[in-house]
């Protein structure tokens, strides 16, 4: 077989083909003898077609309009006017068939498409085909819209121009109208953008179809960009996995609930989306989605704010409770420690005014409880001054070099009869003179473990007490230990018991004495001595152990030290 295409003026209009019975029975002469051929058939077979639509313009003008796609009019290139036409063209122009010749065809054309007709007549005349969209009025004003080309014939001696025309207005309409409605959508998704959400459409296989400009606007790159690169900008936010699961669903399973979803954007921040999608019937009946993205990193941000400072504040107003409490317990316990000294005192007072002759060693013992008393209550008072001083960082320090067994030496002789009245045995472990001395104030390293030597007396029934000093446990530090077999302290309790006032309950407080301001006292004197303090107990009744460290002297400290300067180590508290 071998064809070649037929053409009028560059415009395709058939194919010319031979067929042998035989392979290889055509020679290279056969198809150029076929081109030949071609160039007269094709403006023949063209002619041949406008001849046939010519003789149409001849028969009856009640055909029906269905059987001719194109309106059909004949008109002179002498005065412009239609010499005849078929009942399409004139149930377009609405003209009546027997008036067709009194009109002139480019009258009937609208002023914006004069200069299409004219050009298109132009063309003709030079034997072209071209084809133009024109406005047409007809003759009860109604706009009709055409697709318009034009051919040159020469018929009984005369030269027309063969029009044939095709009705284009009802494809107009809906084209119009649909890109009306498409503008005026468009402007309602850029309208919602103002507002800084993204809407997007998407087909139903999840390709994107339209993006408004907040898309870019929020995240510094295009919705394109994101879809070749999802992985990428995609965080690695637990939320994202939903984004997978909603990938597999067809559109129509969309259900319009939020969902979640984390992106970054072009400078790597975490930007948060609230995400919606609906189904959406697309132009081609298929079913696709409309989706928005609502950023809502900075609500989450203020919500998870606000859920802290909620947390902070319960934590605050639970402190403020414990602090309420422990007030309470405070004024009654100092009332109580301030009341039995003041009792005792103007008791023996009022004896002593009473019975102003006494016996000497009657009078010697009320005046050993008058003193007794004045010193316990000067102490108490010296207890809550001290606490408010030590709060307030306005207690001086003078480090030297301390000898740690003479501060053992010097509790013991103090303790020691307070704990044979109450049958305990009280024992400090002998330390070797080769260990170093530790870095403190003197005076304030005997309070301390004066004060926790008494509290293991205090609280310890029956039993033992064990003061002894660690040197290996903290490289540079002493860690001393004063462990009793008293009644413990549950595990909940032991970090409070160094808070001002606090002391395991308020009923221990009552029955054991004291304003629980002892091992507040000794918690601040070891920080500024540049230690720690802490406590362990396995429970109650299982006695307890106070731990402290102090820093040691080391061989340049032993020789630079200045016995009477005042400083303040600033050695963190763990």
Not at 54 to 67: K, M, Q, T, V
Not at 99 to 106: F, G, T, V
Request: with cysteine; glycine share 6%.
């Amino acid at each position: 077989c071998v064809a070649v295409p037929l053409r009028d003026n560059k415009r395709f209009v058939g194919v010319l083909a031979l067929f042998a019975r035989k392979s290889h029975a055509f020679q290279s002469e056969h198809e150029r003898v076929l081109l030949l051929l071609a160039q007269h058939l094709g403006p023949a077979l063209s002619n041949m077609r406008l001849f046939s639509v010519y003789s149409s313009l001849e028969e009856p003008a009640n055909r029906s309009s269905d059987e001719a796609e194109y309106a059909v009019a004949l008109v002179s290139l002498r005065d412009g006017k239609m010499i005849s036409g078929n009942r399409t063209v004139c149930l377009m122009l609405d003209i009546a068939s027997e008036d067709i010749n009194q009109y002139c065809l480019r009258d009937l054309v609208g002023l914006e498409s004069r200069s299409k007709f004219d050009h298109l007549l132009r063309r003709s005349q030079q034997g072209e085909t071209v084809v133009e969209e024109v406005q047409l009025i007809s003759l009860t004003g109604r706009v009709v819209w055409a697709e318009m080309r034009g051919k040159v014939l020469t018929h009984k001696g005369h030269t027309h121009v063969l029009f044939m025309l095709r009705d284009l207005t009802e494809r107009r309409r809906m084209f119009n109208e649909l890109a009306d409605r498409e503008q005026r959508y468009r402007f309602l998704l850029e309208s919602v953008g103002e507002i800084n959400d993204i809407v997007y459409m998407a087909d139903n296989r999840g390709a994107y179809l339209y993006c408004n400009k907040s898309f870019e606007e929020t995240l510094g790159y295009g919705i394109e960009e994101f879809a070749v690169n999802r992985q990428k900008y995609l965080t690695d936010n637990p939320l994202n996995k939903i984004l997978t699961e909603k990938q597999g669903q067809s559109s129509e399973l969309r259900d319009g609930k939020p969902y979640l979803l984390e992106i970054y954007d072009f400078q790597q921040r975490r930007v948060l989306f609230e995400v919606t999608e609906k189904p959406l019937q697309l132009q081609d009946s298929s079913t696709g989605l409309l989706g928005v993205m609502r950023n809502i990193t900075e609500r989450r941000l203020l919500e998870e704010r606000i859920l802290q400072d909620n947390q902070e504040l319960t934590l605050l107003n639970e402190r403020l409770e414990r602090l309420a409490k422990v007030k309470d317990e405070f004024l009654a316990n100092t009332s109580h420690e301030l009341r039995t000294p003041l009792n005792s005192i103007l008791g023996f007072t009022t004896l002593l005014l009473e019975e102003p002759v006494l016996p000497r060693d009657e009078a010697m013992e009320f005046l050993g409880s008058i003193h007794r008393s004045s010193r316990h209550l000067l102490g108490l008072i010296n207890d809550i001054l001290d606490i408010a001083k030590l709060e307030s960082s306005e207690v001086p320090v003078h480090l030297q070099s301390v000898s740690l067994d003479e501060v053992f030496s010097e509790v013991r002789s103090i303790s020691h009869v307070q704990a044979r009245e109450k049958g305990l045995l009280l024992e400090f472990e002998k330390i070797s003179p080769e260990r170093p001395p530790i870095y403190g104030d003197r005076e304030k390293v005997i309070r301390v473990l004066l004060n926790l030597v008494s509290n293991a007396i205090k609280f310890t029934p029956e039993g033992h007490i064990m003061v002894r000093a660690v040197y290996e446990q903290e490289p540079g530090y002493v860690q001393v230990e004063v462990r009793d077999t008293g009644i413990g302290i549950p595990k909940d309790m032991q970090d409070l018991v160094f808070e001002a006032f606090r002391q395991v309950d308020g009923l221990s407080t009552r029955s054991h004495g004291g304003t629980g301001l002892g091992l507040a006292i000794c918690k601040q004197l070891v920080k500024l001595m540049g230690g720690r303090i802490w406590i362990e107990s396995k429970g109650t009744g299982r006695g307890a152990t106070v731990q402290f460290t102090l820093p040691l002297v080391s061989r340049e400290v032993e020789h630079s030290v200045d016995s009477h300067a005042v400083l303040t180590p600033a050695r963190p508290e763990n």
